[in-house]
């Protein structure tokens, strides 16, 4: 199978970072390379002015990737900065894929996660892969059921 390679952003919280080589690991395992242009530990932006990292850091990351995914645990609903991830991504016209951490049994989503999501899927390579591609738009619980979507369409006036 041919490695498709995708530019991401993968939005979550520092505490989450060893999940992430998971993440790809599980990718890689589909098919799919990432090219990672989110900030972790192991890759850390040490600015302290807020403006300096949306306008200098996080904003061209996110612009130079195809999909902004937010890797979501319990914590993930506390952080300002994936908040501000997702809705710079949605003024952009990104693709805004969630992902439940791998183990995760659910929990509440970030608001701007849960409002401009295209897609919500649970820890299977094949199902993050598709809604990475745009080949699902599911808004699923990490079990896999049916989500209530509460998505606000960003074509919309209202």
Known sequence: MARKQKNLFLSHI????????KFKELLGKHGMAVRDYSVSADNPNNAHSESYIKTNILGP???KSSTLVVYVSEATKESKWVNWEVEYAQK?????VGVW????????????????HDALVGWSGSNIVD??????SRSENPDGSERERRRIDRYSCG
């Open 14 to 21: 520092h505490e989450d970072d060893p999940g992430l080589g």
């Open 61 to 63: 990351r996110i612009q």
């Open 92 to 96: 952009l016209g990104k693709r805004i």
């Open 101 to 116: 951490a791998h183990g995760e049994q659910g929990c509440e989503l970030p608001e701007m996660l849960d409002k401009y």
């Open 131 to 136: 809604a990475i591609t745009g080949r699902t």
